[in-house]
C-alpha cells in the first residue's frame, strides 16, 4: 500500500505571510495528488488537484508542485489570511475505484 | 443540492450495543465511502461501494459492516461496539476515481 507522509505536522505563520506543506510518498505508480482542507467540525473539502503529466498547477493563492521522480508534492498558500487556518490533508493516489490514502494532517494556523 | 448528509450527527453507545450510521447523497455518485478520522490521524477508509448492491473492504473493515441497496444511500452497521470504535465517522461520494470526493459533515461516536 501507499506510505504517506506529511510535514510539518504543525504550521503558525501571520497574515499575509506564505505557507507549505510537503508531502512524500512510496508508491511510484500514484498518478494523482490532491489536497484537502478540513476545518474544525467538518468534512474534507477539496482544494486543489494535480495529475502526474502536469508539474504544477495554481488556483488563486494556491498552488501544487509536483516532483514525480523524488516523489513528493508540496501545497503552496500565499498571502495567508485567518480564513486559511484549518487541517490539510495529501492523498495520493489514486488507489482502485478512487480510494484515497490521507497523510496525517498539518495543522495550519494564521495570525491576524 | 444537499450533497452528502449524515445521521446521527452524535451518538454515545455502550459496549456490545448496535447502531447503524446512515449517509445519504443527492448527486448521483456512483462511488461511496466510509470513512474514520481518530485524533492526530488522516482519515482511514473503512468500506466502499462503486454501485447500487457492491460494497468492498477498505485499510480498517474490521467490526463493521455496510450496505447499498439504494444508490443514494450507504449505511455503515456496527454489530457490537467496542470502545475501539470510538471516533468521528465520514461518509464521502465521488462520480469517478480521478474525481473530487465530498465529505458529508461527519458522525461522533463514543463507546463507553
Known amino acids: 500500500g501507499e506510505n504517506v507522509e506529511q510535514h510539518p505536522s504543525t504550521l503558525s505563520v501571520q497574515e499575509g505571510d506564505s505557507a507549505v506543506i510537503k508531502c512524500t510518498y512510496s508508491d511510484s505508480a500514484s498518478n494523482y495528488f490532491p489536497w484537502y482542507k478540513q476545518e474544525l467540525g467538518k468534512g474534507p473539502q477539496l482544494i486543489i488537484d494535480?495529475?502526474?503529466?502536469?508539474g504544477e498547477k495554481k488556483d488563486q493563492r494556491i498552488a501544487v508542485t509536483l516532483n514525480k521522480t523524488a516523489k513528493h508534492f508540496s501545497l503552496h498558500i500565499t498571502e495567508t489570511q485567518p480564513e486559511d487556518s484549518a487541517v490539510y490533508f495529501c492523498c495520493p493516489g489514486p488507489g482502485s475505484y478512487g480510494k484515497l490514502t490521507f497523510g496525517q494532517g498539518t495543522i495550519l494556523t494564521v495570525h491576524p | 443540492n444537499a450533497g452528502v448528509t449524515q445521521t446521527p450527527k452524535f451518538r454515545v453507545l455502550k459496549t456490545g450495543q448496535s447502531m447503524t450510521l446512515l449517509c445519504a447523497q443527492d448527486?448521483?455518485?456512483?462511488?461511496m465511502y466510509w470513512y474514520r478520522q481518530d485524533p492526530g490521524m488522516g482519515l482511514r477508509l473503512i468500506h466502499y461501494s462503486v454501485g447500487e448492491g457492491t460494497t468492498a473492504k477498505g485499510e480498517v473493515p474490521d467490526g463493521y459492516n455496510v450496505s447499498r441497496l439504494k444508490k443514494q444511500n450507504f449505511l455503515l452497521g456496527l454489530e457490537s461496539a467496542a470502545p475501539s470504535q470510538t471516533s468521528v465517522y465520514f461518509c464521502?461520494?465521488?462520480?469517478?476515481?480521478?474525481?473530487?470526493?465530498?465529505f458529508g459533515p461527519g458522525t461522533r461516536l463514543t463507546v463507553l
Open positions: 464521502a461520494s465521488s462520480r469517478g476515481t480521478y474525481n473530487e470526493q465530498f
Open positions: 494535480i495529475r502526474s503529466n502536469v
Open positions: 448527486m448521483n455518485h456512483e462511488y
